[in-house]
Structures are given as structure tokens and as C-alpha cells.
């Protein structure tokens, strides 16, 4: 073999030599006895300055599982709570017939609505049909029909 550098590492009772050849050579020669590199927990290696481990026992990582919360309230959605009535789509035309993609939405307002049986106000986000149906048949009647507790708003 041609001429090489030697870089003896011990660690404990076991001594390993590891032998680093020169340019002529592109093979890396490595002495050791039969246990050693088995008994041999780690090596330092000065060259680099890692921990270079034979250990190959390791943990998978794990998902870490949490309970998905937002962190702004949602946004309250178009809809009428009370009819159902929803934006409608429809053509914006022009004047030369050319006809675009527009929404026509629910004229939804907030109002406090006296509610009879609870003795208060009660918020509520709804349309103007809404507001027309409550006033013919009452808040009571309107809510129950439309599944809505009136307790929790």
C-alpha cells in the first residue's frame, strides 16, 4: 500500500485505527480488530468534528395530534337562518347583450325583535321577508318552524 496517514481513536478499553490513504489511492482502508466496531459505542471524528453513532436503533417520529381550533370566529354567511333564502346567481346584461356572471344577495339585516315568552329583545341576523313572515305570524311560530332555539341568541 502506498503511503497513507493513521488516525488512532480510542474509546474505552477498544482501540480502533483508521486508516486515510493518499492522493494516488482512492480506496479507504479500515483496521480494526473482530469486536470493535461491535463494542465501539461511537467514534469522534477530528476531521469534522461530528459524532459519527453505529447505533441504528432509533424512534420514528411521531404525528403530533391536537385538537384543530380556529382562531377567529367564522364569518357569519349570507343565508337567512329563518327562510333559507340564499344569494341567487344570475347575468348582468348590457346594453349590447354581453352578459357577465354576478350575485344577487339577500337584503339581510340585524334586528331586535321583542320576543314574547322570553320577556326580551332578541339579536337576529335575517332577511326582509323574514322580518314580514314574523310580523304576520309571530316569533314563536316562525322559530319553531324553522328549527331555531331562540334561548341560545
Request: aromatic share 8%; charged share 25%.
Amino acid at each position: 500500500m502506498a503511503a497513507s496517514t493513521t488516525l488512532g481513536v480510542f474509546s474505552g478499553t477498544t482501540s480502533t485505527r483508521i486508516s486515510f490513504p493518499k492522493a494516488e489511492s482512492n480506496r479507504l482502508s479500515l483496521k480494526t480488530s473482530a469486536n470493535a466496531v461491535s463494542e465501539l459505542g461511537f467514534v469522534a471524528s477530528h476531521l469534522a468534528g461530528l459524532k459519527i453513532s453505529n447505533d441504528v436503533s432509533f424512534e420514528l417520529a411521531r404525528p403530533i395530534a391536537t385538537k384543530f381550533a380556529p382562531a377567529l370566529q367564522p364569518v357569519a354567511r349570507r343565508v337567512c337562518p329563518f327562510t333559507g333564502k340564499k344569494a341567487n346567481k344570475a347575468n348582468k346584461v348590457s346594453f349590447s347583450n354581453h352578459k357577465t356572471k354576478k350575485l344577487q344577495f339577500v337584503n339581510l339585516q340585524y334586528k331586535k325583535v321583542w320576543w314574547e315568552a322570553g320577556k326580551r329583545f332578541v339579536k337576529l341576523r335575517l332577511s326582509t321577508k323574514a322580518l314580514k313572515t314574523i310580523e304576520k305570524n309571530g316569533l314563536d311560530a316562525v322559530a319553531k318552524k324553522a328549527g331555531i332555539d331562540l334561548r341560545k341568541g
